[in-house]
């Protein structure tokens, strides 16, 4: 059974800065999601989309530890990866909404939108389907020597599904640098873990390969960014592939579209009073006495004015013109 190893490297302690800029990273990603909530239900936004609000600790955990050379790739759920990962708020914006200022020219929407500067590559609709891709993202970082790892996140839907599987052997057996990220938000769409895998320890679903995994406090930026680091250390030196299962939660549905009405509104609002990963470290720097209240509000105001001209911008932004439908099609190689 693949387990933890046991030499753990001990992090060292998040200064008060760094803990701050956690801070307003995650805050950065559920005002973003709020705002992007709203200009759904203004009918700005078409098609799905599916929001990060409650699970923001798992990629500023994750980005915190990564190399300068790593890339990321996840499933729909992905604004929060890309905000993590350094692109710019409107242009992400600007293709929730269609427009031509957006990442993918407004032809992708939420789920497509890729960076290769910063070194993300998707957002894909397909359940499952970034596995296989990030696998072959870590066979292309070993076989240029660059040093990078690739994150690969998955849901606890995902994990059930064959490729990832067909993923986990070959990464095993050519020790890929990858860490397999798995948020365990509870819920594959509207069905509990416990209903849907027959084994809810998903940490050890590398056991037949030889990967070892951890389970982590999806709720605590500064316990993922601990994981994080032990996990990125192990692929980067030569180790093979890791697994990290982010025990985490969503607050909203799956997607817009998801009442939720399959779990209860008191299971909600326990998560966010007793475990939401925002109030948590808002808590701590207090207690530090690394902020007061009022720095933590200029910090909101900040944020908010960002999400707020990113919102700007992709209502100002044009729609592509029908011409567009013809570019991006073919690269010629």
């Excluded at 109030?279 to 006495?289: P, S």
């Amino acid at each position: 059974m693949a387990t933890t190893p046991k030499r753990r490297s001990k992090a060292a302690e998040p200064s008060h800065a760094q803990l701050i800029q956690w801070y307003r990273e995650m805050l950065l990603i559920r005002r973003f999601e709020e705002k992007a909530g709203q200009l759904y239900g203004m009918g700005l936004i078409g098609g799905f989309c599916h929001l990060y609000i409650g699970q923001e600790a798992v990629v500023v955990g994750m980005q915190s530890a990564a190399g300068e050379a790593d890339s990321v790739i996840t499933s729909y759920r992905d604004h929060g990866q890309m905000l993590a990962c350094g692109m710019e708020p409107r242009g992400v914006m600007a293709e929730l909404t269609g427009r031509i200022g957006g990442y993918s020219k407004g032809k992708g929407g939420s789920m497509h939108m890729f960076s290769r500067e910063k070194r993300f590559y998707g957002g894909h609709g397909i359940v499952g389907a970034q596995v296989p891709i990030g696998t072959g993202l870590a066979l292309a970082h070993q076989y240029t020597k660059d040093g990078g790892v690739c994150h690969v996140y998955l849901g606890d839907g995902a994990v059930n599904q064959g490729q990832v599987y067909e993923s986990f052997n070959m990464a095993a057996l050519w020790k890929l640098p990858v860490v397999y990220v798995i948020e365990n938000n509870k819920y594959a769409m509207g069905t509990s873990i416990e209903r849907a895998s027959a084994g809810t320890d998903l940490c050890k679903r590398g056991s037949a390969y030889g990967i070892p995994g951890e389970a982590v406090n999806g709720m605590s930026v500064t316990e993922v960014h601990e994981a994080a680091a032990r996990a990125l250390e192990h692929a980067r030196s030569g180790n093979g592939p890791f697994i990290l299962e982010m025990k985490t939660y969503r607050y909203r549905g799956h997607s817009m579209s998801d009442p939720a009405k399959y779990r209860t509104k008191e299971e909600v609002s326990r998560m966010r009073e007793q475990h939401d990963p925002i109030d948590t470290l808002k808590a701590r720097l207090l207690e530090l006495g690394a902020v007061d209240e009022a720095a933590l509000k200029e910090i909101d105001r900040e944020v908010k004015a960002v999400v707020s001209e990113a919102a700007d911008f992709a209502q100002s932004s044009p729609e592509p013109d029908p011409a567009e439908l013809w570019t991006d099609v073919l690269i010629e190689a």
